[in-house]
């Protein structure tokens, strides 16, 4: 056990939870959002993605979403770009990391960005060597890391595929997604260990989402093998719409009553958070899917 005595979370809410919502969010809501992520004192938030209007509406506000917000020093906003195109579009908004976003699986690959995963790295080199020489930073992600929606379960050798893949055209970071929350944790520590081949453990993430309520022990399992980052969603909002039946990734809620009570630092106050939380869910008229978040609001009432 190594287990880590800091852990850095990068809060997706207004990204991977939000771009799955069929309700208009307008922009002042996912501005909001983020400033009150920010005011919990969360150090990098995934605001928002460029990626094609037609293939995700709700992100279509992308450039005046990254405009309104008030940035705070220390905190940093990265954003998805998928092309040229994307990372173009992006650049006006000064985001301070990039995210590529490839896939385990061919079938995941052709139906989230139309492509294969040969293709998508083609297509990502540019966007990878035009933002380094902006001083941008790079963060990968690997979708469907332990399992895809229409492939079935995934071996790890296709992690470590994608990850070599990845490192050869120079990303910085790797994020390993369980986009369906499939995973369980011996799954998911041996699709970490794949991305390890390539990437050393201060450059890997874990973005687990929670459909089985396997995402609290996936994150466990990970920080025993010395992983800490991490990425997760306030009130635990969203999923992929090319991922049917996916639901959102583990509530950061969840994950900060988990950290806190063993004593590992992550800067976040829980309090504030579930603020963040009750904010955007109560735009979205339902409760934060949050066991942590329900037990603290529950116990605030009474
Ligand atoms: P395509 O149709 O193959 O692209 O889509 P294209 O290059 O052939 O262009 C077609 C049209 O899209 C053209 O417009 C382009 O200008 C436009 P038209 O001439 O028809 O009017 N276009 C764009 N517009 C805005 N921004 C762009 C852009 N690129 C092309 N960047 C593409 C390829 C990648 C664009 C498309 O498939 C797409 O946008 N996919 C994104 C899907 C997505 O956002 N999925 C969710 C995020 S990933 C995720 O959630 C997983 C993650 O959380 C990890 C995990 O959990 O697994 C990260
Ligand atoms: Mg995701």
């Not at 990098?44 to 008030?70: L, N, R, Y």
């Not at 385990?104 to 297509?123: K, L, P, V």
């Not at 990303?171 to 390993?176: F, L, N, P, S, W």
Request: with cysteine.
């Amino acid at each position: 056990m190594k287990l880590p005595s800091r852990v850095k979370i990068v809060d997706v809410g207004p990204r991977d939870g939000l771009q799955n919502e069929a309700q208009p969010v307008p922009v002042e809501i996912k501005i909001g959002l983020v400033h009150r992520l920010q005011d919990a004192g969360l150090k990098e938030i995934e605001v928002t993605s460029f990626v094609s209007p037609k293939w995700v509406p709700q992100m279509a506000d992308a450039a005046a979403v990254m405009a309104g917000i008030q940035r705070k020093p220390g905190v940093r906003y990265s954003v998805l770009t998928p092309n040229m195109k994307g990372f173009e579009a992006a650049l006006a908004s000064r985001p301070d990391e990039i995210v590529v976003f490839g896939a385990a699986s061919e079938a995941f690959s052709q139906r989230n960005i139309n492509c294969s995963i040969a293709e998508s790295i083609e297509r990502f080199a540019p966007v990878v060597a035009a933002a380094r020489d902006k001083g941008i930073y790079v963060r990968g992600a690997i979708s469907c890391a332990v399992g895809c929606p229409y492939e079935g379960e995934v071996a790890p050798a296709r992690v470590e595929m994608v990850a070599r893949l990845m490192k050869q055209i120079g990303v910085q970071h790797m994020g390993v997604a369980d986009t369906i929350g499939v995973g369980t944790p011996v799954k998911v520590q041996r699709a970490m260990e794949a991305a390890l081949k390539h990437y050393d453990i201060d450059d890997v993430s874990g973005h687990f989402h929670d459909t089985y309520g396997q995402a609290l022990g996936n994150t466990l399992a990970t920080l025993e093998m010395g992983v800490w980052q991490y990425d997760t969603s306030s009130a635990g909002l969203g999923g992929c719409p090319y991922a049917k039946g996916a639901t959102g990734n583990v509530a950061t809620e969840d994950v900060v009553y988990m950290l806190q009570g063993m004593g590992i630092e992550t800067g976040i106050d829980l309090d504030k958070l579930i603020d963040a939380g009750k904010y955007i869910s109560d735009f979205l008229q339902r409760k934060p899917n949050s066991r942590a978040a329900t037990a603290i609001l529950n116990k605030r009432a009474g």
